[in-house]
């Protein structure tokens, strides 16, 4: 049988990186699409560069990815890249539209123009039910998204199904609740407090400033999303589904657990808080029920709320450790 041709954007990302292996380990050839910089950006990908290939490109420019769907030729396309944090899509509200709403779009033409037979997958997040309508969040809770992110995943969403619709794409979302993992973005809270207490215990710092601790969030493994992803794209019909551990925890919740993995017990004694972190409108409680991935990819997360703690906690403790040396 031909080799597997897989083209990734966002690959040098959180996601990106661990889909790349992932891919690998099954033979795939993997391309991944990465936007020029002044100073490269592949932290994440440097283990497995010589193993794939790199072809420039931008969510914002269409010839790009255009010609990276010609030149890689692939099978399955992952379209994992966007803005990504929360937060800055406040501040940069239409950059945030164009990345990660018609970016999704740019994507999907470049796909229906070269490789219409190709299968497609589309990151979409569990931000788009924000306010939430019922729960647990499944398939067909509805969207309320409550940030310029949240409504750029909504248009994404709804443009690969309307893509699938109109032009009969292989072409699939997965609404994947937070997941996490010692390659997160120090912005988002987990690595936040992760490295935070790991510099607490080293003795470099003596505090974190967080936002809103009641949040709650469902929190799985990265690791364990890439094969949901890819689980998706094997299908014999294109569809949606809901990847999540069913099981939530306060932003509180979490770094009581990160401090508890250093034996800090009097956590909150190390914690400030900041109203110049909350967020203009607030996400509070997300929970997920992954039933029917379960029943039909037969996906299943493997790491646990704890494991999960401990694995961040002690990459970053090895890493600060390793930085000082
Ligand atoms: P991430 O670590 O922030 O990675 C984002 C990737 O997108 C990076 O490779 C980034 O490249 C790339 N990118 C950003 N703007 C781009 C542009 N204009 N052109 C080309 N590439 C661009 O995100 P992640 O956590 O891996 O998440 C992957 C995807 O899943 C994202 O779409 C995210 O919104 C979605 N998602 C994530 C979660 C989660 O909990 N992690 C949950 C649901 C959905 P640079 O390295 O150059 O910045
Ligand atoms: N980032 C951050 N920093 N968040 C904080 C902080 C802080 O200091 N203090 C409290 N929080 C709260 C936020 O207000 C939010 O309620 C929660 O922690 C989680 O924030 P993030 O880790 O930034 O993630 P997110 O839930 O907003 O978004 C992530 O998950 C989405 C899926 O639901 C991102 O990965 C999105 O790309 C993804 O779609």
């Known amino acids: 049988m031909a080799q597997k041709r897989a083209l990734i954007t966002g690959i040098t990302g959180q996601d990106g990186s661990y889909l790349a292996e992932f891919l690998l380990e099954k033979g795939y050839k993997v391309f991944g699409i990465t936007r020029r910089t002044s100073t490269p950006n592949y932290e994440r990908i440097k283990h497995i560069q010589d193993k794939i290939e790199l072809i420039p490109g931008d969510l914002l420019d269409q010839q790009s990815l255009t010609s990276a769907v010609i ?5 399955e396309i992952y379209n994992l890249a966007a803005q990504s944090f929360v937060a800055t899509s406040w501040s940069q509200p239409v950059l945030t539209g164009e990345f990660t709403a018609l970016g999704v779009t740019r994507m999907l033409e ?38 310029p992110y949240g409504v750029a995943k909504v248009y994404g969403h709804w443009i690969t199904i309307n893509y699938r619709e109109s032009y009969n794409l292989f072409a699939v979302s997965g609404i994947l609740f937070n997941h996490e993992s010692p390659r997160r973005g120090l912005e988002f809270v987990t690595r936040k407090i992760s490295y935070g207490v790991a510099k607490i215990h080293l003795k470099e710092a003596d505090h974190i400033v967080l936002g809103n601790l009641d949040a709650k969030r469902d929190w799985g493994f ?8 890819w689980m998706m794209l094997q ?29 800090i017990k009097n956590w909150s004694k190390y914690v400030k808080t900041s109203k110049e972190l909350y967020r203009p409108a607030e996400v509070d409680f997300l929970i997920g029920d992954a039933s029917k991935a379960k029943k039909v990819l037969s996906w299943q ?17 090895k890493l600060l450790k390793k930085n000082s040396k």
């Open 110 to 147: 470049a796909v229906r123009q070269v490789k219409p037979n190709a299968k497609f997958y589309q990151a979409s997040s569990s931000e788009m039910f924000g306010k939430v309508h019922e729960t647990p969040q499944k398939e067909n809770t509805p969207f309320h998204p409550r940030s």
């Open 235 to 263: 299908q014999k019909e294109p569809d949606d589904y809901v990847i999540a551990t069913g099981e939530n925890h306060s932003v509180a919740e979490f770094a009581q657990e990160a401090f508890n993995v250093v034996g």
């Open 301 to 317: 997360p493997k790491v646990s709320f704890k494991d999960l703690v401990k694995m961040m906690v002690e990459a970053d403790i």
């Open 71 to 75: 030149i890689s030729d692939p099978d």
């Open 222 to 229: 990265s690791g364990d999303y890439v094969g949901a992803i």
